[in-house]
């Protein structure tokens, strides 16, 4: 639960009938079922792209990638044309293709498990060659599919079911910031970090996604966003207390904001930094 | 187009090209290298892409998504390159996307490699295994048809040899016949149409939530069936009348070829079956050709491999003995003494002794 509660009470039913207001679904997320738990942030962030990925006018040019972790179940509702990869591989699929078609928006999705874990290195040289993709990464700190096990990225402290007393970074090592990792590199134009727990930072991570896909299409090189999302499930605290989990122990670590952008280049303790600084000011 | 004097390993790139092979990732390894080498140059001269992956994961992973997009993709490398691969190989073959892979192996150590695959699940890819540089030409044309036609991988097996013999080869494109539409193929434009596309290896599709493991596994495996009935290809001579069928593939079949010919013109009554395509096996073939034989002799540098195929060929109704062995250079490139005239024929020779010893079956 964030530090200001929920903002519907959840320990009653609604004092009036739900209300359709209008229609808020994007033309390429279809209705159809999925199989992803109640609070996960993936969805969000998934629509998020594809709403980006339709504004820019790329419904009928873009090629997504698709990794393995439970966003692979929500792939049939993506109404874009796919190609599923392996655990870890997308970044070098994605690679494949553009070079085939140039003029196509290729992008990829991947959680931190299989891109931080299991292809680290295919994400790593595909920013080092500048290849004009834009990988994306669902980063909730754990392999959800697998029911909340450690990942690379993994906070400090976090409990997960094979760190049950948390991560102790002593036996267990230190998480890796990926954006940091890909920021600095050569054929790196645009990496940022985003979130989708609070209304704000879903905003934000929009604008992210959107300049990601621009410098794409400018054909400036390799582009990154990485999205922070909720899984209550795998972290073992309840549904509604997902968002707050996420900002009170994820953010910390992987903080938010944007890393690089053309020349523009700074590490995630800048951006840690600034928000101190925000806060006290 | 007029014959020229070229290295295997340019015989094959050209060959690729003039099959329309438009996109190419490798990472370099002796005997591969050379391909790579040749294709490094020769691609981008021709509209096409050759990426010098990091690693032999990338440059699979990279023909996959080449491939996905319907352009005439390859990649390749020796057994230990390969064996990095396995887990993409096995997952594009369910993705039912068409790849060529050239295996230039060190020998024929990793002729279960290439049959059998080291990957997860229920699946064979086509291998092709060329006597020389000229029917590697030829093969290499049919691999990106054969894998077009049945949206699957479809191996080149060469070797060292095949890969520096020099030798007067013509590269002309060879019309195969029609094939399919790539309609299947991503380049984005169904978005929004309902019917966007997705290659995917575990069965899951668009508008459908879940999988169905079963009808998935069990569809690929019916196409598999038509591609074992359909695909087998072998060259057989001088089996009708032989005591001693001697079974040989690729650069060391040459070797065979010679001393059966060489026996033959001497009067003995042996013959050589080669397999053209060593999956599918060409086993009804193969069981014919040894109906009337004493015995069947295997020769192959390993332990014994193909021996395995050749008895569930045969099953049990003619003697089966393997004739090669483990032999290699000092560099274990997979050369070695096994791979000499006199060498082969003795061992030809003295398996035709043995053979006259048989019981006429």
């Given amino acids: 639960m964030s530090a200001r509660g929920p903002v519907l009470p959840i320990d009653r039913p609604p004092e009036q009938p739900a209300r359709r207001l209008g229609h808020f679904h994007p033309r390429l997320l279809t209705g159809a079922e999925h199989d992803l738990c109640p609070g996960c942030g993936e969805p969000l962030a998934i629509r998020l792209l594809l709403e980006v990925i339709d504004e820019l006018g790329c419904a009928e040019r873009a090629i997504g990638v698709i990794g393995i972790g439970c966003y692979t179940a929500f792939t049939p509702t993506m109404d874009v044309d796919l190609v599923q990869a392996l655990h870890g591989r997308a970044p070098s699929v994605a690679t494949g293709a553009k070079r085939m078609r140039p003029d196509a928006l290729l992008f990829t999705l991947q959680g931190d498990g299989d891109m931080v874990n299991e292809g680290l290195q295919e994400v790593i040289h595909t920013a080092a060659r500048g290849e004009a993709v834009t990988c994306v990464l669902l980063n909730n700190g754990v392999f959800g599919e697998t029911g909340g096990h450690m990942t690379a990225t993994t906070a400090p402290g976090q409990r997960t079911k094979n760190t049950l007393d948390g991560r102790d970074t002593a036996y267990h090592g230190h998480p890796i910031r990926i954006a940091d990792l890909l920021a600095p590199l050569g054929g790196t134009v645009y990496a940022a970090r985003g979130s989708v727990h609070d209304a704000a930072n879903v905003v934000k991570t929009k604008a992210m996604l959107r300049r990601a896909l621009e410098t794409q299409l400018e054909g400036r090189g390799f582009s990154f966003v990485e999205i922070l999302t909720m899984c209550p499930t795998g972290w073992f605290v309840p549904t509604a207390e997902g968002p707050g989990y996420l900002d009170r122990v994820l953010r910390p670590v992987h903080a938010t904001g944007e890393l690089r952008n053309g020349e523009r280049c700074v590490t995630s303790e800048t951006l840690l930094a600034e928000a101190r600084a925000r806060d006290e000011g | 187009?007029?014959?020229?004097?070229?290295?295997?390993?340019?015989?094959?790139?050209?060959?690729?090209?003039?099959?329309?092979?438009?996109?190419?990732?490798?990472?370099?390894?002796?005997?591969?290298?050379?391909?790579?080498?040749?294709?490094?140059?020769?691609?981008?001269?021709?509209?096409?892409?050759?990426?010098?992956?990091?690693?032999?994961?990338?440059?699979?992973?990279?023909?996959?998504?080449?491939?996905?997009?319907?352009?005439?993709?390859?990649?390749?490398?020796?057994?230990?390159?390969?064996?990095?691969?396995?887990?993409?190989?096995?997952?594009?073959?369910?993705?039912?996307?068409?790849?060529?892979?050239?295996?230039?192996?060190?020998?024929?150590?990793?002729?279960?490699?290439?049959?059998?695959?080291?990957?997860?699940?229920?699946?064979?890819?086509?291998?092709?295994?060329?006597?020389?540089?000229?029917?590697?030409?030829?093969?290499?044309?049919?691999?990106?048809?054969?894998?077009?036609?049945?949206?699957?991988?479809?191996?080149?097996?060469?070797?060292?040899?095949?890969?520096?013999?020099?030798?007067?080869?013509?590269?002309?494109?060879?019309?195969?016949?029609?094939?399919?539409?790539?309609?299947?193929?991503?380049?984005?434009?169904?978005?929004?149409?309902?019917?966007?596309?997705?290659?995917?290896?575990?069965?899951?599709?668009?508008?459908?939530?879940?999988?169905?493991?079963?009808?998935?596994?069990?569809?690929?495996?019916?196409?598999?069936?038509?591609?074992?009935?359909?695909?087998?290809?072998?060259?057989?001579?001088g089996c009708a009348d032989a005591d001693l069928v001697v079974v040989a593939f690729g650069s060391l079949a040459r070797f065979a070829r010679g001393a059966v010919r060489e026996l033959r013109a001497a009067g003995a009554r042996v013959g050589l079956f080669r397999p053209v395509t060593l999956w599918p096996f060409p086993s009804q073939a193969l069981a014919a050709a040894a109906a009337g034989a004493r015995r069947v002799a295997v020769l192959e540098q390993n332990a014994g491999q193909m021996i395995d195929d050749v008895r569930l060929a045969v099953l049990g109704a003619v003697p089966v003995v393997p004739i090669g062995g483990i032999s290699s250079d000092e560099a274990g490139f997979g050369l070695g003494d096994l791979y000499a005239p006199d060498e082969v024929r003795g061992r030809v020779e003295s398996a035709l002794e043995k053979s006259a010893l048989e019981e006429t079956p």
């Fill in chain 2, 1 to 237: 187009m007029t014959r020229a004097l070229l290295e295997g390993s340019e015989a094959i790139a050209r060959a690729a090209l003039a099959a329309g092979c438009r996109f190419f990732a490798g990472y370099p390894m002796t005997p591969f290298t050379e391909l790579l080498e040749h294709l490094a140059a020769l691609l981008p001269e021709h509209g096409g892409v050759c990426i010098n992956a990091e690693s032999e994961l990338e440059a699979i992973g990279m023909a996959w998504g080449a491939a996905a997009t319907g352009a005439r993709a390859a990649t390749g490398s020796t057994g230990q390159g390969l064996a990095l691969m396995q887990e993409s190989l096995s997952e594009i073959t369910r993705a039912e996307l068409p790849l060529v892979v050239f295996h230039m192996a060190r020998g024929q150590y990793d002729y279960h490699q290439a049959t059998r695959g080291g990957g997860h699940g229920d699946y064979r890819h086509v291998v092709l295994a060329p006597i020389d540089v000229g029917e590697a030409v030829a093969l290499t044309q049919l691999a990106f048809h054969t894998a077009d036609r049945w949206r699957h991988p479809v191996h080149l097996y060469g070797d060292f040899l095949l890969a520096h013999t020099w030798e007067s080869v013509e590269v002309a494109p060879l019309d195969l016949g029609a094939l399919p539409a790539k309609d299947w193929a991503v380049d984005g434009s169904l978005g929004g149409s309902g019917r966007s596309r997705n290659l995917n290896p575990i069965g899951m599709r668009k508008g459908v939530k879940g999988i169905d493991p079963e009808s998935f596994w069990k569809r690929l495996q019916a196409k598999h069936d038509a591609i074992a009935a359909a695909e087998p290809r072998f060259e057989a001579e």
